[in-house]
């Protein structure tokens, strides 16, 4: 008689009825079946269940890839004159798309020129031109108007969108004004810490900004430039004529325009902020990261 082993990683014996005999009767007959042991029954369903989970993850990649192809938000945001963030950029974006904004003034800053274009979608849409607020209800009707808009895309491009790394040059114990052309952000350092961004504007091709460490050897609040006829607030002169300032045609236009050579700088609040700050004799760097 074959014992039945209890021992699941052992080989079993299972009961066959064989074929009846020549009298009728039928016996039942023991005969071994081979089955896989235990070890490699457990590894064949732990295997399927690693394809199984693999299969998971590769779906769940592809659905992350294919939310990567996003669309601006028709959520409103609040964007406000003078200010620089994804908000603005959301609602450029949106202007350009039904026609009242060049795409090349999607900077993500709110100037006079998307004011102007917040203002003649307010009289397209029968509501009075006003400041070029946006409102909710202007929001809505520009969400409406221009539908579904694809967000723009965050690879490839221009270097200046690249991450810069701040030169080492800035990271002093004082005051600094740190200067990235990559990046064409302008950062107000002190200690060795980024405490103001701004973005910032470079001289033409035919007048570029120069590079090197520098240091601010005058200020001027109400500065005016006889060579150009234009307006120069918040001068810090650090390199003969080169100077950091504000300049209304940046905070206008954005980088459709460039220099004589100086540092233009758009955010007049923050620069404020900075010029009452910077000493003369503090340190300037301009580079490339």
Same mark, same amino acid.
Request: proline share 4%.
């Given at each position: 008689m074959t014992r039945l082993s209890s021992d699941p990683s052992r080989d079993e014996s299972t009961a066959v009825a064989a074929p009846a005999t020549d009298d009728g009767t039928q016996h039942t007959d023991l005969r071994p079946t081979r089955r896989l042991p235990f070890a490699a029954r457990i590894g064949l369903s732990g295997l399927v269940a690693i394809m199984m989970a693999l299969g998971l993850l590769v779906a769940g990649n592809a659905a992350t890839a294919e939310a990567k192809t996003t669309y601006l938000t028709t959520k409103f945001q609040h964007p406000k004159y003078g200010q620089t963030n994804s908000a603005v950029k959301n609602l450029q974006l949106r202007l350009a798309d039904v026609g009242l904004l060049k795409k090349k003034y999607a900077t993500s800053y709110f100037g006079s020129i998307t004011r102007d274009a917040v203002k003649d979608f307010r009289h397209s849409v029968g509501m009075k031109r006003g400041k070029g607020t946006v409102t909710k209800k202007v929001w809505k009707k520009l969400v409406k108007k221009s539908g579904k808009v694809k967000a723009a895309s965050s690879t490839g491009g221009s270097s200046h969108a690249s991450k810069g790394v701040i030169d080492k040059r800035c990271k002093t114990n004082g005051r600094v004004m740190c200067i990235d052309k990559t990046t064409r952000k302008l950062y107000y350092m002190n200690k060795g810490k980024v405490i103001k961004t701004l973005d910032a504007r470079f001289g033409c091709s035919n007048s570029?900004? @120069?590079? &090197?460490? !520098? *240091? /601010?050897? @005058? *200020? /001027? @609040?109400?500065? !005016? +430039? @006889? $060579?150009? &006829? +234009? $307006?120069m607030p918040l001068s810090m002169y650090f390199s003969g004529g080169e100077a950091v300032h504000y300049s209304s045609d940046f905070a206008a236009r954005g980088y459709a325009g460039c220099s004589h050579g100086c540092v233009n700088i758009r955010d007049k609040k923050t620069l404020t902020y900075v010029y009452n700050r910077i000493h003369v004799g503090d340190r300037v760097v301009v580079y490339w990261s």
């Open positions: 570029p900004t @120069r590079n &090197g460490t !520098w *240091k /601010v050897f @005058r *200020k /001027v @609040r109400h500065d !005016w +430039s @006889r $060579a150009y &006829g +234009s $307006a």
